[in-house]
């Protein structure tokens, strides 16, 4: 696991040292995710320059050092990741002739690429990986991302200035690039919470998305081509669903699971794994432990909060699989402290509140380990997130009543003032009663004018359902999940989200913390129910093997019922949340005052500030959870006002 970043200034004003002192500036922003060694190389009469920061994991000799050179000194790479079938690939290669230095999987990728050439290469590796290839003969750079997007890889091109990097700060310390704050990515970033690739943050940088490469030549527009494709994977298992029985799926997904896990096992550094007792963790940690020979070391998170802490179902799994298990009990104030750091971290506004505990236990795993395995994955493959059934159901539902007669409701649930749905509900008994005490009829009023089950799904996971009321004048993007020809492609609603939740959310969200977290403690994190063999083959299987009566990953909970006891895998999924909504009527409070006075946010120039205002003072009231809402604003502000000190 390593940082990489480079540039190609075709100006060629610039001598060698001049490149080298511009690309050395720029990998050492990046010496958390590569504290062990560094490198640049540049070429002045081409005005190429690359550099490296290096967390060594395989091949801990100077062999595996990068700039990395292919043997012909035809290519140069610089690499971020693992690539967990370079074994095999090495064997083939010196089967047709290569010859080999050193042991690392560098190594085996820029001897492929050079052999095979780099799209064949590509397509050959199984792993997380982003890397840049310089190719000294026919003057032109390639840049890949994997599959499913675990690595990042941002780009721009300003003139004859094309920048890269694995994060935004590597770009940001090259003196030509005029950062320059790109609004629709923001008013992106007001509904998903994220910024959505291919957006950054800023105007002219890119994220390379999962499964493509690009090349550029000087003087020529860069050509991006999808060597995976996650919407014909997903198309490919509708098409062609699994025709075995359970039995026979049960066993074909655990022999891939435990080849994906066996192989991300492999490293020359201490290695362990994230544990929150959930099914993804716990089958993770449970083939894990089948492979080694010795306790695993596994980590968790817990919280004082009621209805937040799983850390004592991760100390039953932990106990009953016989791992070397760690915990550590969060409190607001370790919250508190890590917010300062937050933009440093993740470079762009970013608020899955979940970046809180994934910071905390990726400090705590990275005091024992170098590398750790993590269960993330499983709910978008496997139909395991609450959203998928409650869509679905409520859909079912609400496609009974015709639409005039729905807006028609949802125009009248709006307009009847909060005081009076509140005093309403202390006479209305049930599930009702409790939704008008709590002021919601508003919220389901919202839901009910929605124009199908997509748009549905959209409402669901915004958390600002109008970015545009927030900022006049600007026009939001519409991406994947606005895409109308996936609701033919994929008719049925379930997979349909699934299909969103991995095309974007997975890896601009999920992914993208979990990086950024543990590489901001220089942590190597794996993923191996990401595997793209793992999830081709879950996309083939029929939903009727997804989703059971106890709710989502009906195939993922029989096969850990093969390492635990039903007990302890039969209970209520309670994800990695935290209880900000607390905490920011809290120990939070006065942080988050400061950054959302009507002063300030009217001085900044992107907002609007009163429904912003308005929103902040239904949280404090207690009238409705808007937390998440308000936790959006305060990350961007956080980061706006850190970004410009």
């Not at 560094?38 to 801990?60: C, K, Q």
């Not at 320059?180 to 390379?208: C, D, M, T, W």
Request: proline residues 6%; aromatic residues 8%.
């Amino acid at each position: 696991m390593c940082g990489l970043t480079g540039f190609i200034d075709t100006s060629l004003q610039n001598d060698a040292e001049a490149l080298k002192r511009t690309v050395q500036c720029m990998a050492d922003r990046l010496a958390h995710r590569g504290p062990d060694d560094e490198g640049v190389w540049v070429d002045a009469a081409a005005g190429v320059a690359l550099g490296h920061r290096r967390l060594s994991i395989i091949d801990l000799s100077p062999l595996g050092h990068q700039p990395m050179a292919s043997h012909d000194g035809r290519y140069v790479i610089v690499y971020n990741g693992e690539v967990y079938n370079f074994p095999d690939l090495r064997r083939e290669l010196e089967a047709e002739g290569v010859k080999f230095r050193g042991g690392s999987d560098t190594e085996v990728i820029v001897e492929a690429c050079a052999h095979w050439g780099h799209e064949a290469a590509i397509k050959r590796l199984n792993g997380m990986f982003a890397f840049a290839l310089w190719d000294c003969r026919e003057r032109q750079l390639v840049l890949a991302r994997d599959h499913i997007g675990i690595k990042p890889l941002f780009w721009g091109q300003f003139g004859g200035l094309l920048l890269f990097g694995s994060e935004l700060k590597a770009l940001r310390a090259h003196k030509g690039w005029p950062a320059r704050l790109n609004r629709q990515a923001l008013a992106s970033y007001l509904r998903h919470f994220y910024v959505p690739a291919p957006l950054s943050i800023f105007e002219g940088v890119s994220k390379l998305r999962p499964g493509h490469f690009l090349v550029w030549r000087p003087g020529e527009t860069a050509r991006i081509t999808c060597y995976w494709d996650i919407r014909e994977v997903a198309m490919s298992g509708q098409r062609a669903p699994y025709s075995g029985g359970r039995e026979a799926a049960l066993e074909e997904l655990s022999e891939l699971l435990m080849d994906s896990v066996e192989r991300q096992m492999i490293a020359d550094v201490p290695l362990g794994a994230f544990l929150s007792g959930g099914i993804d963790s716990s089958i993770v940690v449970a083939m894990m432990q089948a492979k080694s020979n010795r306790p695993v070391k596994t980590f968790t998170i817990g919280f004082e909060e009621h209805g937040f802490d799983e850390a004592p179902y991760a100390k039953a799994v932990a106990a009953h699989l016989g791992t070397e298990h760690t915990e550590l009990y969060v409190k607001s104030s370790d919250a508190l402290a890590l917010i300062p750091n937050l933009h440093r971290t993740f470079d762009e506004p970013f608020a899955d509140s979940s970046q809180l505990p994934t910071s905390l236990v990726s400090q705590l795993a990275r005091q024992h380990v170098t590398v750790a395995l993590s269960g993330d994955g499983g709910d978008e493959l496997f139909a395991g997130y609450h959203h998928y059934r409650i869509c679905e159901a409520a859909w079912r539902k609400m496609s009974k009543v015709p639409a005039p007669l729905r807006r028609w409701g949802a125009g009248l649930l709006g307009h009847l003032p909060t005081g009076l749905t509140r005093a309403l509900g202390g006479l209305v008994p049930g599930a009702l009663g409790r939704q008008l005490r709590l002021g919601r009829l508003q919220r389901i009023g919202g839901v009910l004018a929605v124009d199908g089950p997509d748009d549905l799904y959209r409402r669901i996971i915004s958390q600002w359902q109008d970015p545009q009321q927030l900022m006049p004048g600007t026009t939001e993007p519409k991406g994947g999940i606005w895409d109308p020809e996936i609701v033919t492609s994929i008719p049925d609603f379930i997979p349909r989200m699934q299909y969103y939740d991995a095309l974007q959310y997975m890896p601009d969200d999920v992914l993208t913390k979990v990086d950024r977290a543990s590489m901001a403690v220089s942590l190597e994190t794996r993923v191996p129910l990401l595997d793209h063999r793992v999830l081709e083959f879950a996309w083939r299987l029929p939903m009727s093997m997804k989703m059971g009566q106890g709710g989502g990953k009906w195939i993922l909970r029989k096969l850990l019922g093969r390492h635990l006891p039903t007990a302890m895998i039969e209970r209520p999924k309670m994800g990695f949340g935290v209880p900000i909504g607390t905490w920011l009527r809290g120990d939070l409070r006065d942080w988050a005052e400061d950054l959302l006075t009507e002063s300030s946010l009217r001085a900044d120039g992107f907002f609007d500030p009163a429904p912003i205002r308005a929103t902040w003072k239904i949280h404090l009231s207690g009238e409705a959870d808007t937390s998440y809402m308000i936790w959006t604003i305060l990350m961007f502000q956080q980061w706006l006002h850190e970004t410009k000190a």
